[in-house]
C-alpha cells in the first residue's frame, strides 16, 4: 500500500465549478500536511499547508481529518490558471525535510 | 524563479552507464533533497543532505549516491543505469536543516532517458 494515495482522475471541469480533491494517509504518526501544485513539465510548488482546523487562501481550502487519516483540498471558482496536477504530501516523524508525495491528481479546466 | 538550478536539463544514456547530475540550491539554504519523479506519478525521495552530510535516504539501492559541497552545491550521481531510471530528477534546498516546514524550493529538474 501506498504511503499516500490520491485519484488520479482527470477532473475536468467548466470554469467557475467547485471541484474537490481527496487523499489518504497510512502513517498514522504523520506529523504535516501540504499541498504542491505541479504545472505539466514543471517542478512542483507548494501550494497551500493543512492544518487540523481547516485553512482557507482565496479560492482554496484545505481540510484534515486526523482520525480518518484524510485530507482534502476544494477549489471554488474554477480558473482556466488552475489546470495543473495537485500532489498530496506529507512528512512523516524523522525531524527532517522529508516530503511524501502522492501520484497527484490531474485538474483541467475548461472554457 | 526558486533560484535552484539544475544541470543538464536533459539527457539520454544507455543501460549500464553511469550519469552525474548537479544542483546549484538557492542562496542561503544548507539542506538539499533530491527526488526521482517517474512518468504519471508523484516525486520520490532519494536523499537529503545537510552541511556536506547524508542525513536521510529513502528506498533506492547503493548505486544511487551524492554529495554536497561546501558552497551547498550537490550532484546525485546514479551507477549501472537501468531501464527503470528514466525520470525526472528533481533537486530541492530548504531554508533549514532539519525540521517540518514542508516548504522545499524544486529546481526545474533533470530529464534522463534511458535507452
Known amino acids: 500500500r501506498k504511503e499516500v494515495e490520491q485519484d488520479p482522475g482527470p477532473f475536468n471541469v467548466p470554469e467557475g465549478a467547485t471541484v474537490a480533491f481527496n487523499c489518504t494517509y497510512s502513517?498514522?504518526?504523520?506529523?504535516?500536511f501540504f499541498w504542491y501544485r505541479q504545472d505539466c513539465r514543471k517542478e512542483p510548488k507548494l501550494l497551500m499547508s493543512v492544518y487540523s482546523s481547516g485553512n482557507e487562501d482565496g479560492r482554496f481550502t484545505a481540510q484534515l481529518n486526523r482520525a480518518s487519516q484524510y485530507i482534502s483540498l476544494l477549489i471554488r471558482d474554477s480558473k482556466l490558471s488552475d489546470s495543473a496536477t495537485y500532489l498530496c504530501?506529507?512528512?512523516?516523524?524523522?525531524?527532517?525535510?522529508?516530503?511524501?508525495f502522492g501520484a497527484g491528481t490531474r485538474l483541467a479546466v475548461h472554457p | 524563479e526558486t533560484g535552484v538550478t539544475q544541470s543538464p536539463t536533459h539527457l539520454i544514456k544507455t543501460r549500464g552507464q553511469q550519469v552525474t547530475l548537479r544542483c546549484s540550491s538557492q542562496?542561503?539554504?544548507?539542506?538539499v533533497s533530491w527526488y526521482q519523479q517517474a512518468l504519471g506519478q508523484g516525486p520520490q525521495f532519494i536523499f537529503q543532505?545537510?552541511?556536506?552530510?547524508?542525513?536521510g535516504r529513502g528506498n533506492f539501492p547503493p548505486r544511487f549516491s551524492g554529495l554536497q559541497f561546501p558552497n551547498y552545491s550537490s550532484e546525485l550521481n546514479v551507477n549501472a543505469l537501468e531501464l527503470d531510471d528514466s525520470a525526472l530528477y528533481l533537486c530541492?534546498?530548504?531554508?533549514?536543516?532539519?525540521?517540518?516546514?514542508?516548504?522545499?524550493?524544486f529546481g526545474e529538474g533533470s530529464r534522463l532517458t534511458v535507452l
Open positions: 530541492a534546498s530548504s531554508l533549514v536543516g532539519t525540521g517540518n516546514t514542508g516548504e522545499l524550493f
Open positions: 504530501v506529507v512528512i512523516s516523524s524523522g525531524g527532517y525535510n522529508k516530503l511524501i
Open positions: 542562496s542561503g539554504h544548507n539542506t
Open positions: 502513517n498514522s504518526a504523520s506529523q504535516s
Open positions: 543532505y545537510y552541511r556536506e552530510e547524508e542525513n
